[in-house]
């Protein structure tokens, strides 16, 4: 079946870049999606990326994505403490509208 | 720009009690999803309906249904709660019709606490 892999924590110091990493297994994967939780809230969407891209860069979020590996990543560059939270990736196919979550990335920004 | 509303957002039951979690989509979409967000967990997908209609179905126990409403508002009907049903629910909407329909948008989740 399906699956998202991703690391669990991650430490950054203010100012620095952060690399989030998410693999899926699934190649008929059409979407895929960076999402934010901070504690107790809801998901809140960061971005997206539509298989047939390589790139997409959305103000200080830069999103790669290596089909041929699965392997989809999240660079936020100048890391705040405000961009502390969970960052759950998610891929979805065209036609099952239904969304396979990764595990979470614990990001933390040490000030 | 209005969100999808969740409520109630906090709800404490017993075992083997009922409960009812309401969505309301963003106006204009026509597809709603639930997600079950265990502690320390990634979201779950549940069940999902697209104009009206059931359209997905995931990891949703027996004990639970849901439907979605000519208002495009839905509920998730819980019965025969146990402990591990605690978690946090979300919904989400997106529109299908307007070609959107891959991109979910989320409420802020109801956190259900079964004791």
């Known amino acids: 079946g399906e699956d998202v892999e991703q690391s669990l924590f991650l430490s950054v110091r203010e100012g620095d870049s952060s690399v989030i990493n998410c693999t899926y297994t699934d190649s008929s994967s059409t979407y895929l999606y960076w999402y934010k939780q901070e504690p107790g809230a809801g998901l809140q969407l960061l971005t997206y990326i539509f298989s047939n891209m390589d790139m997409k860069q959305d103000q200080r979020l830069t999103v790669l994505l290596n089909k041929k590996d699965k392997h989809l990543s999240l660079r936020i560059a100048d890391t705040q403490t405000g961009d502390s939270a969970i960052y759950f990736c998610a891929e979805s196919t065209s036609g099952t509208y239904k969304y396979i979550f990764g595990t979470g990335t614990r990001l933390k920004v040490l000030a | 720009a209005a969100g999808v509303i969740q409520s109630p957002r906090h709800l404490i039951k017993e075992k083997r009690e009922t409960a009812t979690l309401k969505c309301y989509p963003i106006p204009r979409h026509d597809t709603v999803y639930w997600y079950q967000q265990g502690p320390g967990q990634d979201p779950q997908f549940l069940i999902s309906?697209?104009?009206?209609?059931?359209?997905d179905k995931g990891s949703i126990p027996d004990r639970f249904s849901a439907q979605q409403f000519s208002d495009y508002h839905s509920e998730l009907n819980m019965s025969s709660l146990e402990l591990g049903d605690s978690a946090l629910y979300f919904c989400a909407s997106s529109s299908r019709l307007a070609g959107g329909g891959e991109t979910q948008y989320f409420g802020p989740g109801t956190r259900l606490l079964v004791l």
């Open positions: 309906f697209y104009e009206k209609m059931q359209s």
